[in-house]
Structures are given as structure tokens and as C-alpha cells.
């Protein structure tokens, strides 16, 4: 049974505690200090005792393995610990980082001295405490660098939405004093943006909300604000703290990245409609059409300079004799401003440019948008410009097709329809009288003793020939008529509308005319005269092309047959009468 009374030792005990409580703790005891080395070697603590030259001597279980690696050689730093530990009397205690396996470890290590020389060292590793410790000093660091350094600044405003912290250095060029104490409404650009405001009365988080503010001095500024709540211990919100970037610029690059991804999406549907085309002057035309759809104007009107006369010439964008009259005065106006003009003309307000290939002026485009449209914006001139440009190498183009046109339809020493150029356009009058039953001439002629020019004068004289009665054809006809150099001394004519009258007295006209040709002749008894053969397409007549062509043909050569200088004119078709020849 255990006794209710206290025993002999426990009211020992009692009066040592009471009289520890009276005396000074610095003085010690010895009884006070004995260590039982079997709860050393139990004790969850590293414990290591090592002799004067830093040898091991004992080591409980949480410290075998610091103990073999200092034996091993390890951590030389421990023989200067106990030098020292051994010099003080009261021991040290220091902090060391060693190299182990998995890098590196700091311990904070007690050492101290035993009345044996000895060295007692109880060992406790603070490298996650240190490291820990470090890692938000670093932090901290880190934030402040990235803060201060970049365009962002810090900010936190209270429960009434008033700002009480802002970055020291300020922003927008406010300083920090100019925005604490005040709302954030103050600074917006628009006051009554209410839900802007709001990104800094937040009480969830949020990121990258775009919130226009105004700088200091007066410019706008857009920032991406990132916010979060704040909380007090109990739970209830008291402010909000965030980060807010300034991306005005990167605003302002988006947006002229947008204008110019826009810009090359339209030119790209302009010059792809362009390049769509072939023939040059429908190039023009699809400049026209496409520049209308993309710019959204009333009308797009090309000129181009003629390359015979010089003169500007509507090429593209006809839209009836009112606005083209417009557009006639807004080139009138920019060939006397010279390159641009953006002006007023009736109820259009008119964008023009002048079109440039090689620096030389060759036309120009008319833009044409209703008086109520918005002024065009940068990006859209730039596309009026681009396509200035583009019509400007159009109609160079253009002007190069009809050079080779034309040089692919007539003479090259007359100028005159050849040979191609003249059946072709010869197959379409025919097909045009026999629907309108309209009369017409096909007239051959031939120069009369040519050969001997060429072989007495030479060919110079030859060439001066053919010019001269090539003068002679083109004063004898009318505008609606056709004359052609098929080669050689061989010309053809078309009479368009003569009947077998009318055809001979053209016959008998170029006769007379042809006398002048008399001073190129080789010799007298071979006069240069020439020799024609007609065959008249009468109305309602079913003949082709090819026998019409045939009659007039074979009649000339019955001229050259009966004699030189005379005009033969064919029989009607089916009939076997011979041609009727005549002087």
C-alpha cells in the first residue's frame, strides 16, 4: 500500500527546489552536472564526445554517422572547434557547413569542455532553418529588384477603396504621397468607369484587367492591373493589394500591329484581284472594284496617261457622266496641287494620288467616299498609297500590252493593219453586214512594175514607194474603213457601206491620186503605177468570206492580166461574166 505520508527522500527534494529558488543559479554544483551515459546514449539528440586531437570516443545513435566522418577525415574543421572549445572555458558554439552526399548541410554546434580534456559537442542542423531563412531574405529581395526595375508598381487600398500604400517611387509621375490618400477614381481617365474602380475594391482575386488611367501630365496611360484580397485574422475584408503594369506601349504596337495585319490583309485581296486578271486593262478595273470593296468608298476611278497624246484618259471605274465629271475636276485639281489632294468636291469628299512608274508620273486614282464618311484613317491612306503604287506598275503594264498590240496587229513600215490584224477585224464586218444586209467593198491593190524600183534605185527608193502610196490610201478613205499592208507591194482596202458605184469611183479617185507615184518608176517604159481588183458584197447576199475575198483577188490579177494601171470590178457572185475592167 502506498503511504499517503511524505517519504524522507521527497521532502529532501522539496527543500533543494525551495532553496534553488533563494540562491544565485550561476553558482553550480557538481551533483548538478552528472550525466548518466546511458541516457546520453539514448537521448533523441546528437551527442559526440572526441578527446583533445579531435578523435571520437563516444557517439550516441543520432550521431554515428557525423562521428564516423569525422574520424574518416571528413570535416578537418572540427579540430580548430575543439583548439577553441578547449581555450574557453565556457565552450562555443558556431555554425559550420559541411559537404555531404546530397550538398551541402549548416549545423549549429554546442561544444563543451569536460574535466576529462575532452570535448562534449551536441550538434543540431538548422540548413532547412537557414536555407528557409535565406530563401525570404531572397525573396524579398527579388521582389523589390523586380518591382523597382520594371514598369509595375505596388499598391493596396483600404475597406473605403482609398489607396494607403503605394511603391516609393510613385507612378504615372505621381509621386507615391500624390496617389496615398486618395481614390483610385481620381486618376481614371473616365471617372464614371465604374467597373474599373472596382479592380481596386476587389474582393476576389483577379489578373491583367486593362484600366485606363491619366498621367501627371495629362497623357493617358493603360495599365494591367492584378489584384487580390486582403483579410483580417477574423476573416472580414479590409483592402485590396496588387500589382498594375504600365502596357500603354505594348497597347500602342498591338494596335499598330492590328492596323498594319489589316492593311496587308486588303492589300492582299487588292493585288490578288489585280494579279486574277490578264489582260492589263482589266487588271485596272479589278484594281478599281477591289480598292472600292476594301476602303468601303462610293467610287475608285483610275486615270491613265496615253501614251499617244499624253493626255489623261478614264482607263478604270466608269461610273456616269456625273461622277465622272467629279472626278475629272478632283484630277484637274490634283494635277495642278501635284501627287495628293484631299478635298471637297459636291457632295463627296475625294482622296486622290497620282500613279508613278519610275519615277515618272503615268496616272492617278481618284478615291471617292460620301461627305458623312469618317475621315480616313493612317492606316487607310497607307492602303491608298499601296494601291497608287500598284496601279501605277498596272498601267505601265497596260501601256506596254498595247505597244505590243499594236505592234503585233500592224505594219512596221506603214503602220498600216497587217495582214492578221486585217482578216480578223475583216471577219467580224463581214459577219456584221450579213445580219444589217448592208453593201461593201473589198478592194486589192498592187503596185505595177515595183520590182525594177527596188532593183534600179535600190531599196531605200523602194521604201519611199510603198510610204508614198501608203499616204495616198489613207487620204482616200473614211474613218469606218479599213486599209492593210498584206506585204510587198500588196495592199488591201475595205469600203465600208459602197456599193458597186460608190467602190468605182473610190477605184477611179486612187488612179488619179496614185499618178505621183510615177517619179519612183525604174524607167520610162516601166512606169510605178498600181493595179486594183473589186469585188462588192451586195445586200442579202449568202457569199462567205472566203469567196468574196477570192472574187477581188482574181479580178486584180485580170487587171494585171489585160494591162497595168486599171481597176477591174468583179462580177456578181455565181455569175461567169468576166470582171468589168476600166481605165
Known amino acids: ?131 528557409l531563412r535565406e530563401a525570404l531574405i531572397d525573396s524579398r529581395q527579388r521582389y523589390r529588384d523586380i518591382v523597382e526595375v520594371s514598369s509595375a508598381f505596388a499598391w493596396e487600398t483600404d475597406g473605403s477603396g482609398k489607396f494607403v500604400f503605394v511603391s516609393p517611387r510613385g507612378a504615372l509621375g505621381y509621386k507615391a504621397d500624390d496617389i496615398v490618400g486618395r481614390f483610385p477614381r481620381n486618376f481614371l481617365l473616365d471617372r464614371a468607369d465604374h467597373d474599373s474602380e472596382h479592380v481596386f475594391r476587389s474582393h476576389k482575386a483577379v489578373r491583367d484587367v486593362p484600366v485606363w488611367f491619366r498621367r501627371s501630365n495629362g497623357r493617358d496611360a493603360c495599365l494591367s492591373v492584378s489584384s487580390t484580397p486582403v483579410y483580417s485574422r477574423d476573416g472580414t475584408w479590409i483592402g485590396t493589394r496588387g500589382l498594375a503594369h504600365d502596357i500603354t506601349e505594348q497597347r500602342r504596337r498591338e494596335s499598330e500591329v492590328a492596323t498594319a495585319r489589316n492593311r496587308d490583309r486588303l492589300m492582299t485581296y487588292i493585288v490578288r484581284t489585280m494579279r486574277d486578271e490578264i489582260d492589263p486593262l482589266k487588271v485596272l478595273k479589278g484594281a478599281s472594284d477591289a480598292s472600292t470593296r476594301a476602303l468601303a468608298c462610293t467610287h475608285c476611278i483610275v486615270f491613265k496617261r496615253s501614251d499617244e497624246t499624253g493626255e489623261m484618259e478614264l482607263a478604270a471605274g466608269d461610273a456616269g457622266p456625273a461622277i465622272n465629271e467629279i472626278a475629272q475636276q478632283a ?8 501627287e495628293t489632294i484631299d478635298d471637297q468636291i459636291g457632295e463627296y469628299r475625294i482622296l486622290a494620288l497620282m500613279c508613278h512608274y519610275h519615277k515618272r508620273n503615268n496616272g492617278a486614282v481618284i478615291f471617292m467616299f460620301d461627305a458623312d464618311h469618317p475621315q480616313p484613317t493612317d492606316g487607310e491612306r497607307a492602303i491608298m498609297t499601296e494601291v497608287s503604287d500598284q496601279v501605277g506598275i ?25 495582214r492578221r490584224a486585217f482578216f480578223e477585224e475583216l471577219k467580224r464586218r463581214h459577219s456584221r453586214l450579213r445580219r444589217e444586209n448592208s453593201p461593201a467593198a473589198l478592194m486589192y491593190v498592187d503596185m505595177d512594175n515595183f520590182k525594177l524600183v527596188n532593183d534600179i534605185h535600190g531599196h531605200q527608193a523602194g521604201d519611199d514607194a510603198i ?37 468605182s469611183a473610190r477605184a477611179k479617185t486612187l488612179m488619179k491620186e496614185s499618178t505621183v507615184l510615177g517619179k519612183y518608176s525604174g524607167d520610162a517604159d516601166h512606169p510605178l503605177g498600181i493595179s486594183v481588183g473589186i469585188a462588192v458584197h451586195e445586200p442579202d447576199s449568202q457569199e462567205t468570206l472566203e469567196q468574196l475575198v477570192q472574187r477581188a483577188d482574181q479580178t486584180m490579177y485580170q487587171v494585171k492580166k489585160v494591162g497595168k494601171g486599171r481597176f477591174g470590178i468583179a462580177s456578181t457572185p455565181g455569175s461567169k461574166a468576166p470582171a468589168r475592167i476600166e481605165d
Open 331 to 338: 484630277l484637274d485639281r490634283l494635277l495642278s496641287a501635284n
Open 467 to 503: 510610204l508614198a502610196l501608203t499616204q495616198v490610201l489613207l487620204d482616200n478613205v473614211r474613218p469606218a474603213d479599213l486599209v492593210a499592208r498584206l506585204g510587198g507591194d500588196e495592199f488591201v482596202l475595205w469600203l465600208e457601206g459602197a456599193d458597186v458605184v460608190a467602190a
Open 394 to 418: 498596272a498601267i505601265e503594264q497596260a501601256i506596254q500590252h498595247e505597244r505590243i498590240l499594236t505592234l503585233s496587229r500592224t505594219d512596221g513600215m506603214t503602220g498600216l493593219l497587217n
Open 1 to 131: 500500500m502506498t503511504s499517503r505520508h511524505p517519504t524522507h527522500d521527497t521532502q529532501k527534494t522539496s527543500q533543494v527546489a525551495a532553496s534553488a529558488m533563494t540562491e544565485d543559479l550561476t553558482d553550480y554544483d557538481a551533483d548538478v552536472f552528472t550525466l548518466d551515459p546511458k541516457v546520453m546514449a539514448k537521448a533523441e539528440a546528437p551527442v559526440i564526445v572526441l578527446d583533445a586531437h579531435g578523435v571520437p570516443l563516444f557517439a550516441n545513435k543520432n550521431a554515428v554517422g557525423f562521428a564516423n566522418g569525422i574520424r574518416d577525415g571528413l570535416f578537418p574543421e572540427i579540430y580548430q572547434l575543439i583548439r577553441r572549445t578547449l581555450e574557453t572555458p565556457g565552450g562555443v558554439v558556431e555554425m559550420m557547413t559541411f559537404e555531404v552526399q546530397r550538398g551541402t548541410a549548416t549545423l549549429e554546434l554546442t561544444a563543451l569542455p569536460t574535466t576529462q580534456n575532452q570535448v562534449m559537442i551536441l550538434p543540431r542542423d538548422v540548413s532547412m532553418d537557414r536555407n
